[in-house]
């Protein structure tokens, strides 16, 4: 069946821009998950949601990054007044309940100029 | 906090050599343990996983084991195949938590 997907998969902005960042679950997950994986590095967790409730924001690196799963399914994750050090691949992860593995999106890798 | 460490790559070998990729952790509690694959320009896919002490993990022809005493969960693969060159992220998940706490990579280079 089909996995996690992502859009876009390569987004340029200019600092200051705002972007947004979309995640499709595999349907009938749960569990959503945003990560953060600077060059070199390995991923950072963001935030997590169980169907449209946010549960953990704690790795929301400031207040110009926000995520939002409204109708428990599809995620956005968007990045106000964007700066050179959120220059990053940012990857989705989806969960079903009950079960610890999580599977991965292919990214989407911000470059901010 | 909860933390893994992975030696660091790029780990270069020959066809058909020994692979050893070294991850130990740090956290309070009763974590499982991962090992995921990144693959140039895919996603992270797991590659093995044990959720407590003493299990291993296998798949494709890699195997690790929790080892709690070491608080080690050392990737090995018998015989490597260039197809197998990638990046390697150790994990670890602890109780109670849904984040994932990854290493910082490593890279491995099969040449033929």
């Known amino acids: 069946g089909a996995g996690v997907s992502q859009s876009p998969r390569y987004k340029v902005a200019k600092r200051g821009q705002d972007v947004a960042l979309r995640c499709d679950p595999i349907s009938g997950h749960v569990s959503l998950f945003w990560y953060q994986q600077a060059l070199g590095q390995g991923p950072e967790f963001l935030t997590y949601?169980?169907?449209?409730?946010?549960?953990?924001k704690s790795g929301l690196p400031s207040d110009r990054f926000f995520a939002e799963r409204p109708e428990g399914s599809v995620s956005t994750l968007k990045i106000q007044r964007t700066q050179q050090e959120d220059s990053a691949v940012y990857l989705c992860?989806?969960?079903?309940?009950?079960?610890?593995?999580?599977?991965f999106g292919p990214g989407t890798r911000l470059t901010v100029l | 906090g909860d933390s893994v460490t992975q030696m660091e790559g790029p780990v270069t070998l020959s066809e058909e050599a020994f692979l050893t990729i070294n991850c130990t952790y740090t956290?309070?509690?009763?974590?499982?343990l991962f090992w995921y694959v990144q693959y140039p320009g895919e996603g992270l896919q797991l590659l093995l996983k044990?959720?407590?002490?003493?299990d291993k993990g296998s798949n494709k022809g890699f195997e690790a084991t929790y080892r709690k005493e070491t608080t080690s969960f050392h990737l090995e693969k018998g015989s490597v195949q260039v197809s197998d060159s990638a990046v390697y992220f150790c994990?670890?998940?602890?109780?109670?938590?849904?984040?994932?706490?990854f290493g910082t990579g490593t890279r491995l280079l099969v040449s033929p």
């Open positions: 956290a309070t509690g009763y974590p499982s």
């Open positions: 992860a989806s969960s079903p309940r009950g079960y610890n593995e999580q599977f």
């Open positions: 044990a959720t407590k002490a003493d």
């Open positions: 949601f169980q169907n449209e409730a946010q549960l953990d």
């Open positions: 994990a670890l998940l602890n109780t109670g938590f849904q984040k994932l706490v």
